[in-house]
Each structure stands twice: as C-alpha cells, then as structure tokens.
C-alpha cells in the first residue's frame, strides 16, 4: 500500500475512537440533526490519484468552505476591483463578528468572514437575477469538481433564511455604507443559497484542485486562474480561512484551509494535493473539531505542511 492510503486509514481509525466530537452547529435549525459521528476524508495527489476514507462519499453542507469559490468566481469578473469593497486582513473576531464593521466605514476585514462573504456574493449578484447568480455559482462548482450531480439542499437554505438575523444585521449595515449594490434580501438569498451547497469531501477536493495545482484544472490542463491569483486565494485561506482560529490553524496544521460550520474544511498542499475533511463537531471558534486534528496529522506525516517538518 502507498504510504498516503496507509496514512488515511490510520487517520479514519484514530479518528472513530475519539470521543470528544466537538458541538454540531445548531444556529442554523437544519444542522443541528447532523450526526456528530460521521469522519470522512479525501485527498486527491497532483498526479490525479484519490484517496477517500471513511465518510468520504456523503454530502454535507459546506458553508461557509463555498466563500472559496465565491470569492474565485468574483474576482474573474472584478479583478482587483474587488479589493475596494472588502479587505484583506485576518479579523481576528468571530465569523459573524458585527463590531468591526462600524469602525472599519462596513468594509468588511476579508472574504471570508460572513459580511465580507456576503460583500462578495453582492458582486457576483450585480446585473442578475439571484436565481441567475446562483446558478452560474452552482455551475461553477460542478465544472470544478467535474460532477453535474452536485445540488443545493433547499432545507438547509431555507432554515438558515428564517434563522439568519445576524447575517441580515451585517448586510444591512453595509448596505448603510453604499458597500451593497443589490437589494439586501436578494444579495442574502444568493449567500444562504451558496453556503447550502452539498457536497462530500470527494467532490469538494476534486473541486479545489485548480488550487493546489498553481491555477489549472487537471481535467482539462486549462487555467481556472493565473498561478498569482492561486497563490493569493491560499494566502488569505492561511491568514484567514479559520477565523479566529486562524492562527492555531496554521501552527497546528501549516496548511491554506477553509472551514465551514457544516464541519468541512478544505485545505490545499500546494504543488501536492487538494484535500477535504468532514466531521460535523465544532470547536468554540466554529472549526470542525476533528477535522482540524485530521489535517493535523495527515499534513505532519506525509510532511506536507508549507512551513516544513
Ligand atoms: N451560512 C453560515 C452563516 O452565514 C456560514 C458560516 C460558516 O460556515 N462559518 O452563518
């Protein structure tokens, strides 16, 4: 057996003896009935080859892991544009922190916090219908992950639009700003209707590959973007792809990785491989718990993380 298919089954097993499972998210209604029980990983090498372990073939809703791709898609169509209406820093708050968005004139701090996800999501909807701006993210996804099959759970959405008052608070705050071009209940349709996007660890690794492989999509040898913009969509998943967790993130694991409260999270070995985790159980900044722990050993032994051994 090659020594990676070794190292994820190792990683499943250790993985289904852990008790401590972390808190599935229950602010949004429809997540709470996950199962904290589930593991699932997938790692897919430079060369192609998939290494899936566990629950790695079951969907879940990957949150806020779709800001990744938003923020891709966006910066296609705006370029550096992008940059005057969201920021670049690491926010060092909670994912759905309101306070710096007074001081700081509604410019949210970066993409992938909730109001600068939402500032993103408001772009791709400029000039559309939502349901057209959803599709074209929706699309996008499943030429990534070279899978039509891939869908939105409508319940997962729907939950979160009856329960997201917060988020409707942060986008009704930059619309005070001028941040927002589109009405807010259109710009937030679009953002709860990405954010319920399912899919397993298997799809979401085959879909970040262009990431892990300097801008170019291995199915086709085509570009999805330039090899500078890859390698700056890494540095802000490093910097600020866990939130406040970000830091403990990158000094336990060394690897650009995005999380979402569905407990995936996506991280990429530049030049190696894309990879996926999922288990449903948070830590107290909104991180899958043992997704975190997962990638923790994957990256130290196959010495993978970008810092070195
Ligand atoms: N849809 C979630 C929200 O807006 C995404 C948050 C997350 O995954 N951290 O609250």
């Known amino acids: 057996m090659a020594k990676l298919d070794t190292v994820v089954a190792e990683i499943v097993d250790e993985m289904r003896r852990i008790p401590d499972r972390g808190t599935v998210a229950s602010y949004i209604p429809e997540l709470a009935c996950v199962d904290p029980d589930y593991f699932g990983i997938a790692v897919i090498e430079a060369e192609g080859n998939a290494v899936v372990g ?30 005057t209406r969201v920021g670049r820093e690491p926010s060092g708050s909670p994912f759905n922190s309101i306070v710096q968005l007074e001081r700081e004139q509604g410019i949210p701090r970066n993409p992938f916090i909730n109001a600068g996800a939402i500032a993103v999501t408001d772009l791709i909807l400029s000039g559309h219908l939502p349901r057209e701006a959803l599709g074209e993210i929706l699309r996008f996804m499943q030429f990534l992950a070279d899978d039509p099959t891939i869908t939105i759970d409508q319940e997962v959405a729907a939950s979160e639009q009856r329960t997201g008052f917060r988020n409707a608070a942060l986008a009704n705050y930059m619309k005070s700003f001028g941040v927002l071009d589109n009405p807010v209940d259109f710009t937030l349709g679009v953002y709860f209707h990405h954010c319920a996007i399912s ?4 799809q979401l690794a085959m ?37 406040d967790g970000s830091g403990e ?19 990429v070995a530049p030049g190696k491989a894309s990879i996926a985790v999922w288990s449903p159980g948070l830590d107290p900044s909104g991180n899958s718990h043992l997704g975190r722990m997962a990638l923790e050993r994957l990256a130290k032994r196959m010495g993978w993380s970008i810092f070195g051994a």
């Open 207 to 243: 879909a970040g590959r262009f990431l892990a492989q300097f801008g170019s999509n291995p199915s086709t040898g085509l570009p999805v973007v330039q090899p500078e913009r890859a390698r700056r969509i890494n540095a802000l998943m490093l910097t600020c792809g866990h939130y």
């Open 249 to 267: 993130f990158a000094y336990r694991v060394g690897l650009p990785g995005k999380s979402g409260v569905g407990g995936g999270i996506f991280a």
């Open 199 to 202: 899919m397993s660890c298997r």
């Open 54 to 83: 566990g629950d790695g073939d079951m969907p879940f809703s990957i949150q806020s892991i779709s800001k990744v791709f938003t923020l891709t898609l966006a910066l296609g169509k705006f370029g550096n544009r992008l940059w």
